[in-house]
Each structure stands twice: as structure tokens, then as C-alpha cells.
């Protein structure tokens, strides 16, 4: 007589997302809230699907409240949870990927939710945000996104952004974004060959950046452009505009002396000695100048 026979059958999944994204923000049932947001908006949510899905609920949920008269209780806390420091709408996106696996986003709370995902270390909807990311990344958002991806170590991210800001970096350097990005973030964009741009634009927009540094940071000009003005190729400019750049350079000291005068040795040796290679290789949206083709032989 055969031995009894076993096996797992699947049913239709997506009735079941379906059944419970209507538990999502539902106080029916419901026996945990969270006060999100400056605005205080009460979120329902369900301990049991809280605490399998996420580590970080987990722990949240199986805290004993501070001063409790019963520390030994197994009564978990019902809350509410404060959570002051994060848009309503955002939680929510969270708390919906949850329930159901999936999200809903838009332009305006991906990076957000990026950033939830990796402090809650929700892998799956960090993935399902970066690829949303990169498929509506615009001119406007894509030194935020950046400035993201390297907070949060998305190599993939870093390379998307960058190849974007490559594609259309006039653009790019006018926004608010580029403006706001951190030091380490615009010197790594400034070491980049491809950027679409003339080093003299380049030039006035670091120094535009620099400027806004200083005043949000309360730090000298010279101090917060310290790292990002070492990857400006100052020896590609032609001895006129380096003559504007040095009476620009008397109001502010963006650039350091030292930095203008091998620019200097440059033209006067006819050759980038005493400058780093780098420095001395015309970008994708260099404009060409005569004296380009001194610089390094293998140039064109």
C-alpha cells in the first residue's frame, strides 16, 4: 500500500495581496498605532504582520514601555509609536510593502523611502526604490538621488546617477540640487572625464556651490571648497580667462594660489609638469584651445 502523499499547492496570490492591502491603515482589527509625521497622523497596523516582516518592527514591538510597574509583563505595548521625523505618507508606502510586497511611489517620497527602507534594512523595497528611482530620475532630482545612493552605499545607483549628470551636466549644474550636494559628493562628480561641460562653467559653478556652503554651513568659502576645487582642471584655461579667474579668486580665495600658479607653469612650459595628470585631460565638453595639444601628448 503507497505511503500518503504531500505537496504544496499555491492559490491565486494575488486575491491575497489584494485581501490584505485592506487591512493597510485599517483600525478594524488593528492593535498597534503609530502617531507619524508634525502633523500627527494616527497609522493602524497589526503587530503579527509587523514584527514577520521587518527585524526592526520586531524589536519596536517587544519593548516594554519606559516605567512600566511590570517589566517581566508579555503584554506587548499598543502604542501609540511617535515617530516625529518622517512624512506620513512615507510610513505608509512602508507599511503598505509590508502587507503586500509591493508600493506605491511617486517622484516626491522615493527618496524617502529609500532612506526608511535602509533604517528599517527592508533589502526588498530598498531594490523595488532604487530601480523607481533610476527609471524617473530628471535633471532636477538626480544630485539628490546621488547625493542618496552614496549616503546609502547603492553602487548601482552612484553609476546611474553619474552617467546621467555625464549626459546633460549643463543643466545639471544650474539646479538647486547641485548646489546642496556635500563636498565628498561633488568632488567624486568632478573627477568624472565625460562631464558634458566647459571647465570655465564648471569653474563658476563650484564657485556658486561653495558660496551657498558657506553660508548654510557658517564655514570660509576656501574651507568648504577645499576637496571638491582640487578636481577643477584649471591648466585646460587659456591664459586670458585665467587672468579673469584670478581677479574673480582676490573676493572669495576659492582657489587656492598655488593651485592657479601651475595652471601658470602649465602655459609658460608648454606641458602639465608639476600637475597632475588629470588635471591636465580635457573633459567630453572641454571647448578645445590651442594650447590643449601641450598639455599631453596622447590628447587630442
Same mark, same amino acid.
Given at each position: 500500500?503507497?505511503?500518503?502523499?504531500?505537496?504544496?499547492?499555491?492559490?491565486?496570490?494575488?486575491?491575497?495581496?489584494?485581501?490584505?492591502?485592506?487591512?493597510?491603515?485599517?483600525?478594524?482589527?488593528?492593535?498597534?498605532?503609530?502617531?507619524? !509625521? /508634525?502633523? @500627527?497622523? $494616527? &497609522?493602524?497596523?497589526?503587530?503579527?504582520?509587523?514584527?514577520?516582516?521587518?527585524?526592526?518592527?520586531? !524589536?519596536?514591538?517587544?519593548? +516594554?514601555?519606559?516605567?512600566?510597574?511590570?517589566? %517581566?509583563? %508579555?503584554?506587548?505595548?499598543?502604542?501609540?509609536?511617535?515617530?516625529?521625523?518622517?512624512?506620513?505618507?512615507?510610513?505608509?508606502? +512602508?507599511?503598505?510593502?509590508?502587507?503586500?510586497?509591493?508600493?506605491?511611489?511617486?517622484?516626491?517620497? =522615493?527618496?524617502?523611502?529609500?532612506?526608511?527602507? &535602509?533604517?528599517?534594512?527592508?533589502?526588498?523595497?530598498? $531594490?523595488?526604490?532604487?530601480?523607481?528611482? $533610476?527609471?524617473?530620475?530628471? *535633471?532636477?532630482?538626480?544630485?539628490? =538621488?546621488? @547625493?542618496?545612493?552614496?549616503?546609502y552605499g547603492?553602487?548601482?545607483? @552612484?553609476?546611474?546617477?553619474? =552617467?546621467?549628470?555625464? !549626459?546633460?551636466?549643463?543643466?545639471?549644474?544650474?539646479? @538647486?540640487?547641485?548646489?546642496?550636494?556635500?563636498?565628498? +559628493?561633488? =568632488?567624486?562628480?568632478?573627477?568624472?572625464?565625460?562631464?558634458? *561641460?566647459?571647465?570655465?562653467?564648471?569653474?563658476?559653478?563650484?564657485?556658486?556651490?561653495?558660496?551657498?556652503?558657506?553660508?548654510?554651513?557658517?564655514? /570660509? &568659502?576656501?574651507?568648504?571648497?577645499?576637496?571638491?576645487?582640487?578636481?577643477?582642471?584649471? /591648466?585646460?584655461?587659456?591664459?586670458?580667462?585665467?587672468?579673469?579667474?584670478?581677479?574673480?579668486?582676490?573676493?572669495?580665495?576659492?582657489? /587656492?594660489?598655488e593651485s592657479?600658479?601651475?595652471?601658470?607653469?602649465?602655459?609658460?612650459?608648454? $606641458? !602639465?609638469?608639476?600637475?597632475?595628470?588629470?588635471?591636465?585631460?580635457?573633459?567630453?565638453?572641454?571647448?578645445?584651445r590651442d594650447?590643449?595639444?601641450?598639455?599631453?601628448?596622447?590628447?587630442?
Open positions: 500500500m503507497a505511503g500518503p502523499c504531500s505537496a504544496r499547492l499555491q492559490g491565486d496570490a494575488s486575491a491575497f495581496t489584494s485581501a490584505l492591502r485592506t487591512l493597510v491603515n485599517n483600525p478594524q482589527f488593528s492593535d498597534v498605532t503609530f502617531v507619524v !509625521g /508634525p502633523e @500627527q497622523q $494616527k &497609522v493602524f497596523a497589526h503587530r503579527c504582520v509587523l514584527a514577520c516582516r521587518c527585524q526592526a518592527f520586531r !524589536g519596536m514591538l517587544a519593548q +516594554v514601555p519606559v516605567g512600566s510597574q511590570d517589566s %517581566s509583563s %508579555s503584554v506587548p505595548p499598543q502604542g501609540p509609536f511617535i515617530l516625529g521625523n518622517v512624512q506620513p505618507e512615507v510610513f505608509l508606502a +512602508v507599511i503598505e510593502f509590508l502587507y503586500t510586497n509591493s508600493v506605491t511611489l511617486n517622484s516626491h517620497i =522615493a527618496l524617502e523611502v529609500l532612506t526608511s527602507s &535602509v533604517e528599517y534594512g527592508l533589502q526588498d523595497l530598498c $531594490k523595488l526604490c532604487v530601480k523607481f528611482i $533610476k527609471d524617473t530620475l530628471s *535633471v532636477e532630482q538626480v544630485c539628490e =538621488a546621488l @547625493q542618496a545612493a552614496v549616503a547603492q553602487t548601482d545607483l @552612484q553609476q546611474h546617477c553619474l =552617467a546621467f549628470i555625464e !549626459g546633460c551636466t549643463a543643466a545639471v549644474v544650474r539646479t @538647486q540640487g547641485f548646489r546642496e550636494l556635500s563636498d565628498v +559628493v561633488l =568632488a567624486r562628480v568632478l573627477r568624472s572625464d565625460r562631464l558634458a *561641460v566647459d571647465e570655465l562653467d564648471l569653474v563658476q559653478a563650484v564657485r556658486e556651490w561653495a558660496h551657498v556652503s558657506s553660508a548654510v554651513l557658517e564655514r /570660509p &568659502v576656501p574651507e568648504v571648497a577645499a576637496l571638491p576645487v582640487r578636481e577643477l582642471r584649471l /591648466p585646460l584655461l587659456a591664459p586670458s580667462e585665467l587672468v579673469t579667474l584670478e581677479s574673480h579668486n582676490q573676493r572669495d580665495l576659492l582657489i /587656492p594660489v592657479i600658479a601651475a595652471a601658470w607653469r602649465a602655459h609658460a612650459l608648454r $606641458k !602639465g609638469s608639476g600637475v597632475p595628470s588629470r588635471l591636465c585631460r580635457p573633459r567630453r565638453g572641454t571647448r578645445p594650447h590643449h595639444r601641450h598639455l599631453e601628448p596622447h590628447t587630442k
